[in-house]
């Protein structure tokens, strides 16, 4: 049985010298009352009540337990409503994931921009590739970008889509010529993220409908940022999200390689745990979110 639940039934009692009246106030049958007071006699070791046919009083024992037992319940429901408080209020530390680089360069000012308006929130900015076990690493939500979550144990909310391309800096295609359909590729020096493309195949829709073709090159990485950098230096040709290389197609470091055909793209989720007792502060944050990802035109170009 539950202590605290027996403890409440016998204080009941004990107000009111009487297990009919205990039980008609708690909606109870008397017999689970008597069964509660007996349970919690038999815990402690000692006769709490006395009883007659015509009449109930507290032994020096049950004395005992009314004054201390009230005080364990008075505090139980403070500490009940500072629980609830912090579930409500905003204020305490969230615990966010994201994946490395979207985390630096777009969540960061998300994060600047909410704490701006909630002070009394903190943050604690985790690495998340799409593995990290969020329960198990104690994160309130994280950032999952990618075409489709396989992970079905997690509550997630979709905040967006963003479209992907493909590039190559001006020396690499100076060098090693501009792949005028998809079926060109696999001549070419393709960099491959290794989470979002396991088995090399890249998917184009775009004259012709869909295709899919399969591709290899001299570098492969779960990092997106390296890949980036390798396609910066010459490297070859890689596949991004739109948010990451906006800048270096703006400043030409980048040039979007089969303009005429749109890689599959990508959606942004927030996952979670679960929605049941979500911190008031974690619900903020989700709901600032969702409000800005609808705002960002730029990312669909």
């Known amino acids: 049985m539950d ?21 008609q106030r708690l909606g109870m049958a008397k017999g689970n009352v008597t069964k509660h007071v007996a349970w919690l006699e038999e815990l ?6 006395t009883r007659t046919t015509k009449s109930v ?16 319940l008075d505090r139980f ?9 912090a579930v409500k209020a905003p204020k305490g530390t969230i615990r966010v994931g994201t994946p490395p680089s979207f985390g630096a360069t ?46 079905t144990s997690l509550v ?12 190559a800096s001006p020396t690499y295609l100076s060098a090693k010529g501009e792949p005028q359909t998809p079926e060109q590729l696999p001549d070419h020096d393709c960099l491959v993220h290794a989470l979002k493309s396991p088995t090399s195949y890249w998917t184009l829709t775009g004259p012709g409908g869909r295709r899919s073709v399969r591709v290899s090159g001299t570098m492969r ?27 270096d197609i703006e400043a030409k470091r980048l040039m979007v390689v089969l303009p005429a055909y749109r890689p599959t793209g990508l959606d942004i989720y927030a996952v979670y745990p679960s929605r049941r007792n979500m911190p008031g502060r974690v619900r903020l944050f989700i709901d600032f979110l969702r409000e800005r990802f609808q705002n960002i035109a730029e990312w669909q170009e």
Request: no cysteine; glycine share 10%; aromatic share 6%.
């Open 3 to 23: 202590r605290l639940r027996a403890i409440e039934i016998f204080a009941e009692v004990a107000r009111g010298l009487s297990f009919s009246g205990a039980a």
């Open 44 to 49: 402690l070791g000692a006769q709490l009540l």
């Open 57 to 72: 009083s507290l032994t020096e024992a049950g004395l005992s337990l009314m004054e201390g037992g009230q005080d364990l």
């Open 77 to 85: 429901d403070l500490v009940g409503e500072a629980v609830r408080g």
């Open 106 to 151: 777009h969540l960061v000012p998300m994060i600047t921009a909410f704490s701006n308006a909630n002070p009394d929130i903190q943050f604690a900015m985790y690495l998340d590739d799409g593995r990290v076990d969020i329960a198990g690493e104690g994160l309130d939500l994280s950032l999952r970008i990618a075409p489709s979550l396989k992970d």
């Open 156 to 167: 997630a909310l979709k905040l967006g889509s963003v479209p992907q391309r493909l590039v």
């Open 221 to 247: 990485s779960n990092f997106g940022e390296s890949l980036r950098h390798a396609a910066l230096l010459g490297h070859g040709i890689s596949m991004h999200p739109v948010y990451m290389i906006s800048h």
